[in-house]
């Protein structure tokens, strides 16, 4: 709506403006082409102001589609040895390759006693999506919640694959509960949904 309101006001403006130029040209009276042309012309770049291209809401809820783009495996399993590893070095090989896919995000650290893996989130954007989410968790599809929680999910059925059942993938903010938490591919708590 905004679009088609900078089109025609940009459409006036240059109607104006040929108005403007006959009344110079025939000696008429040259005010109201003027005035016209200026509130066209204002109407116009206030418009074209408004356009989401230029004024993107920045509230915290549109940086999570930057975040979902970010490499968490997507369902490819983790490299895991077989052949005279022992599962422990299994574990820190996969913490390792998920540190490193999940570095733009957080910290990645491992409970060998409760088998699970925690991201503890660093980055600003996701940090104040989460916030933003908390106070309001009715942005969660508008936030891009849904395809997080997936690629996330992928990345739990990859562990699944690699190391076997029973290991856990938590996502959390400082010392808060955890927002998300996965177990062998699926879904154990998601905070927002």
């Known amino acids: 709506m905004i679009l088609g309101f900078a089109i025609m006001g940009g459409l006036i403006t240059i109607i104006a403006a040929f108005s403007l130029a006959t009344a110079i040209q025939h000696g008429d009276s040259k005010v109201g082409s003027i005035i016209l042309m200026t509130l066209a012309l204002l109407g116009t770049v206030f418009a074209i102001w408004k356009l989401p291209y230029w004024s993107q809401d920045n509230t915290p809820a ?3 589609a930057k975040q ?13 040895s077989s052949s005279g590893v022992t599962q422990a070095d299994n574990e820190q090989s996969v913490k390792q390759q998920l540190a490193k896919a999940l570095t733009k995000l957080g910290d990645v650290t491992f409970d060998k006693s409760s088998k699970t893996y925690t991201l503890t989130v660093t980055n600003s954007d996701l940090k104040q999506t989460i916030a933003a989410l908390n106070k309001n ?8 919640w849904p395809r997080f929680v ?11 694959k690699s190391l076997g059942k029973g290991y856990t993938l938590q996502i959390k903010v400082g010392k808060q509960s955890p927002v998300l938490v996965f177990k062998d591919g699926y879904v154990v708590k998601n905070q927002f949904e």
């Open 137 to 144: 968790p009715s942005l969660a599809k508008q936030a891009k």
């Open 68 to 80: 979902s783009q970010i490499s968490s495996q997507s369902g490819k399993a983790f490299s895991a």
């Open 150 to 160: 997936t690629n996330f999910t992928k990345t739990s059925s990859s562990l699944e």
């Open 62 to 64: 549109t940086h999570t």
